[in-house]
């Protein structure tokens, strides 16, 4: 909601808008769903996934919910009784429909995204991780934590250590790489283990 509002203020004020820089998203789908998401109207649209050449044709697509997440918008919509997420930027010829629909009213946002880092929510489990960050890293951890279980639970002059409940998701671990050098995974064992595989592959292309 914020991101929006900050849309609202820079698209009515010229003036204002010449000194407030933000990161660019693409909102253009955001009125139709919105509207779809008020009035309960399922959607066609098409879909191109990255792991597909050939885009696919989807119609009466509940819309459930909508989700930012690195820039991204994506829509969390429930089809044939199974619930799936869909990036806004890989929709194309969005249409509302006709056919409305109700609700399931056991559907929860917070519930269906609980532990998870980003916008994946897959099968994996929530884990108990700790993070050793050094002490100028640390600083902004403080100030923008990783995920909304984050706990300093030691702090020194040379680093501290962060206790998180998340599941270890492909999207995790990349934010914990693009940290680099400043963080490093104390447990588990597991994800300690996946970040010297994918560290050791990243130094071979290097050498």
Do not use: C
């Not at 004020?13 to 820089?21: F, H, K, T, V």
């Not at 799936?84 to 519930?111: G, H, N």
């Not at 996946?194 to 290097?206: A, F, P, T, W």
């Amino acid at each position: 909601m914020d991101s929006i509002a900050v849309h609202h203020v820079v698209t009515d004020s010229r003036e204002a808008a010449q000194y407030i820089m933000v990161e660019a998203t693409d909102s253009r789908m955001l009125p139709a769903l919105l509207e779809a998401l008020k009035e309960q109207r399922t959607l066609k649209f098409t879909y191109a996934p990255y792991w597909s050449e050939t885009p696919y044709d989807y119609s009466g697509v509940q819309p459930y919910a909508l989700k930012m997440f690195e820039r991204r918008w994506y829509l969390i919509a429930r089809r044939d009784g199974d619930y799936r997420i869909f990036a806004l930027d890989r929709m194309s010829k969005v249409e509302l429909q006709e056919e409305t629909y109700k609700r399931d009213p056991k559907f929860d946002l917070k519930e269906m995204f609980e532990g998870a880092y980003g916008i994946i929510v897959d099968d994996t489990p929530t884990e108990s991780i700790r993070l050793k960050v050094d002490a100028y890293q640390a600083n902004y951890l403080r100030s923008l934590p990783l995920h909304s279980s984050q706990h300093e639970l030691k702090r020194t002059e040379e680093y501290s250590i962060f206790s998180l409940r998340v599941r270890p998701t492909y999207d995790f671990k990349q934010k914990l790489l693009s940290l680099g050098s400043t963080v490093e995974v104390l447990q588990p064992e597991s994800l300690r283990a996946d970040m010297r595989g994918e560290i050791q592959e990243m130094v071979k292309k290097y050498r």
